[in-house]
Nanobody, 124 residues
């Protein structure tokens, strides 16, 4: 059983920064590709960023490229999403997800395990 727990969400002003964490409880994380997705009210869940199992491959949505950075510390069983220059349109519930797919896939359906989500709110 792969259980994922997100943390680090909150309220921040536009231009500010937050760092989200995704931790796996009860097992190692190093064999999983991990992705971050987000869902705003009334919208579909969308891809944000992904990192392959060894950190060698990353991918980002065009809307966050250059502002967000995904990284991982397999010794701590944790994946991070550093979010800088936040905009009001980044407001959403952010989810991390894990898959045994080797590459940093952007497809929601490739991910087998999901966390409960953490709210990020960016005020204008």
């Amino acid at each position: 059983q792969v259980q994922l727990v997100e943390s680090g969400g909150g309220l921040v002003q536009a231009g500010g920064s937050l760092r989200l964490s995704c931790a796996r409880s009860g097992g190692i994380f190093s064999s999983y590709t991990v992705g971050w997705f987000r869902q705003a009210p009334g919208k579909e869940r969308e891809f944000v960023a992904a990192i392959s199992w060894n950190g060698g491959n990353t991918d980002y949505a065009d809307t966050v490229r250059g502002r967000f950075t995904i990284s991982r510390d397999n010794a701590k069983n944790t994946v991070y999403l550093q979010m800088n220059s936040l905009k009001p349109e980044d407001t959403a519930v952010y989810y991390c997800a894990a898959t045994r797919t080797l590459s940093a896939t952007t497809k929601t359906y490739d991910y087998d395990y999901w966390g409960q989500g953490t709210q990020v709110t960016v005020s204008a």
